[in-house]
């Protein structure tokens, strides 16, 4: 069936980028995710990135989607602590209003 | 503008009791998803509403578990007999069928079956 992978933790300093990785096994994937949850709050998207597409960058946030490898990543520039939180990769099926398949999240943990 | 709500926010409940959760959609979104969030785990996928089609059951882990949605907004999900394993954030999603999918999610409702 369908997986996505990402790694558990990740620990940066505040002003540093953080780089959050993630693989997935479906090729028919139309859009992939990234969602953040901060403590006791739900999903937030963050963006996402069409297949099609290999690069999406919108302000300190760049996306980078390698579809040979069905490897999705996201890169936060100059890393607040603010940005301390789980963040989630998802993959929808091929068609639109699937429900999405999410990784287990990675804990991003911002060290001032 | 409202974005889902959920009610309630926290529910504490003895093994063997029923619960029923709410979960109150964007207005206008076609499309309703309930997850369920274990610790330590990811989002499971539990059931999917899309408009008046049949609603897509395969991710309920038992026949304990059933939702509803009635109208074509408000959707509960129930939960008969509640097991400690069954302990978990159930969080609720809306999108408004739109191509890109986007969907928003709720703040959950955190279950706890002591």
């Known amino acids: 069936g369908e997986d996505v992978e990402q790694s558990l933790f990740l620990s940066v300093r505040e002003g540093d980028s953080s780089v959050i990785n993630c693989t997935y096994t479906?090729?028919?994937?139309?859009?992939l995710y990234w969602y953040k949850q901060e403590p006791g709050a739900g999903l937030q998207l963050l963006t996402y990135?069409?297949?099609?597409?290999d690069m999406k960058q919108d302000q300190r946030l760049t996306v980078l989607l390698n579809k040979k490898d069905k490897h999705l990543s996201l890169r936060i520039a100059d890393t607040q602590t603010g940005d301390s939180a789980i963040y989630f990769c998802?993959?929808?099926?091929?068609?639109?209003?699937?429900?999405?398949?999410f990784g287990k999240g990675t804990r991003l943990s911002v060290i001032a | 503008g409202a974005g889902v709500s959920q009610s309630p926010s926290n529910k504490v409940t003895e093994k063997g009791k029923d619960v029923e959760l709410r979960c109150d959609p964007i207005?206008?979104?076609?499309?309703l998803y309930w997850y369920r969030q274990s610790l330590g785990q990811g989002l499971e996928f539990l059931i999917y509403?899309?408009?008046?089609?049949?609603?897509?059951k395969s991710g309920l882990p038992s026949d304990r578990f059933s939702a509803e949605r009635t109208g074509g907004s408000v959707s509960t999900l129930t939960i008969q007999r509640t097991q400690q394993e069954d302990s978990a954030v159930y969080l609720c999603?809306?999108?408004?069928?739109?191509?890109?999918?986007?969907?928003?999610f709720g703040p959950g409702t955190r279950l706890t079956v002591l």
């Open positions: 999603a809306s999108s408004l069928n739109g191509e890109d999918n986007e969907q928003f």
């Open positions: 998802a993959e929808s099926g091929a068609n639109g209003n699937t429900p999405l398949v």
């Open positions: 990135i069409f297949s099609n597409m």
């Open positions: 207005s206008g979104h076609t499309a």
């Open positions: 509403f899309q408009g008046n089609s049949a609603p897509d």
């Open positions: 479906d090729s028919s994937s139309t859009y």
